[in-house]
């Protein structure tokens, strides 16, 4: 993997990776997001082979994701805090030792599902913690210049570790115990944690009140501040209400219907990812002068293949436009996280992007619990198209937002640009980007 990095970073467009820190934070982080993709696989059937209940396996899979939700906006407080690496050390402590520990009890008998749960749970206590810090790291490793480049690489390897981890989980599985694979996928997150305990940092402590309420109040203060960034929060919030939950839940259900199983619906999650990772290599170097309404734009693209299944179009054309979809995922999440992370103070960052998580995740179970007795009701094909339609009417909407329109990149000059070991100074807006 060395070779082919130091390959890439020859070239122009790639000279992000000539940063040695972003570099090595690349490897080890994409060695956890390899072990997570295996995990989602691995995790699955563990709990199958282990009680033979759906219904358990849909406790184990709440058990992590509502923890995740309700403590994300603490983890953001623990992000600007305290230095977002240590907080990442420790979360990646927690979802190891609880992954570890969720293998070592299929292994050696049949664990109770109480305790299923209380370790799923811990794991997603971890999740919640390091994403915010996550998401505010970006920024220092790497100079100004090149955060487009490095959130595009970081998108990228996220999208071929989520691809390449269940296809691994799937050749594992025909020799190994899903208990065994559960336990190797564990220590992916040992190379993040050495790489994150040796990185050179300018992270230190930022000031901050004297309560969480207030640390969550001011955060949500800077948060609200930025019309275009509570504009965008809430049009991805309902997207994964009204469109991405219902297709997740009733791609599968038309694949088995219409296009001969689980193996055609492979195909097309498979082609998403591929899709994902193309987009985030086609958004490497560029830098639109205008990056929220090509990024917003290129939203109109996440309805394509809730229009393809409700048209019922054949499979090729599913894959296609699920293609479509990740590319422009791609090119949406490099171009916002780029966006807010040049304009949100650096010991907010965390907190803020804490309420842009928490407003993603935190009604799209609705959906995914809606979906199919709404679709019984009605059909598949009436349930997709509501979304579809609701996409076109959303991204319109928000492209009517002069915050959204008339915000701008911002170029930095040769001078603001730290030494390879030197701290990363805040981004200096041209103009107050605020509502």
């Not at 190994?176 to 040992?190: F, H, K, N, Q, R």
């Not at 275009?228 to 997740?248: D, G, H, K, R």
Request: charged letters at 10%; a positive charge; one cysteine or more.
């Amino acid at each position: 993997m060395h070779t082919r990095i130091f390959s890439l970073a020859r070239s122009r467009r790639f000279a992000v990776l000539r940063e040695g820190r972003f570099r090595a934070f690349l490897i080890g982080n994409f060695a956890s997001d390899l072990g997570a993709g295996i995990t989602t696989i691995a995790l699955v059937f563990a709990v199958l082979d282990n009680t033979g209940s759906t219904n358990d396996l849909g406790l184990v899979l709440a058990a992590r994701i509502v923890p995740m939700v309700l403590f994300l906006l603490g983890g953001g407080v623990l992000g600007d805090r305290f230095p977002r690496r240590y907080v990442m050390i420790y979360a990646d402590g927690v979802r190891a030792s609880s992954q570890a520990a969720l293998a070592i009890a299929f292994l050696v008998g049949t664990p109770g599902l109480w305790l299923i749960l209380v370790l799923a749970a811990l794991n997603g206590l971890g999740e919640a913690a390091f994403r915010p810090s996550f998401d505010g790291l970006a920024p220092l490793l790497v100079r100004p210049t090149l955060l487009a480049d490095a959130n595009a690489m970081l998108g990228f390897s996220h999208s071929v570790g989520n691809v390449a981890g269940p296809a691994l989980a799937g050749v594992l599985v025909i020799v190994l115990s899903p208990a065994t694979i559960l336990l190797l996928s564990a220590m992916g997150y040992v190379p993040s944690i050495v790489v994150l305990l040796f990185l050179r940092l300018d992270d230190s402590r930022f000031a901050f009140s004297s309560s969480l309420l207030g640390d969550l109040r001011e955060g949500w203060r800077n948060f609200w501040s930025y019309r275009w960034l509570w504009t965008i929060t809430i049009q991805f919030t309902l997207f994964n209400l009204l469109v991405w939950a219902p297709y997740l839940v009733l791609g599968p259900v038309s694949a088995d219907r219409f296009y001969g199983g689980a193996g055609p619906w492979g195909l097309v999650v498979a082609t998403y990812g591929g899709g994902a990772a193309l987009g985030g290599l086609l958004i490497m170097g560029r830098r639109p002068w205008r990056p929220l309404v090509v990024a917003t734009v290129a939203t109109f693209g996440w309805a394509a293949p809730s229009a393809a299944l409700a048209l019922r179009a054949p499979l090729a054309a599913v894959c296609v436009a699920a293609l479509v979809a990740g590319i422009v995922t791609a090119i949406f999440n490099a171009l916002f996280m780029t966006t807010v992370q040049q304009h949100v103070p650096r010991e907010a960052l965390s907190r803020v992007m804490s309420y842009v998580s928490f407003g993603a995740y935190s009604i799209g179970p609705v959906g995914l619990a809606l979906a199919g007795p709404i679709s019984n009701a009605t059909s598949i094909s009436a349930v997709l198209a509501v979304g579809v339609a609701w996409q076109v009417v959303a991204t319109s909407a928000v492209l009517a937002v002069p915050a959204v329109r008339h915000l701008r990149r911002i170029d930095h000059e040769p001078a603001d640009e730290p030494s390879a070991l030197g701290a990363t100074p805040a981004a200096k807006p041209h103009t107050d980007q605020r509502a």
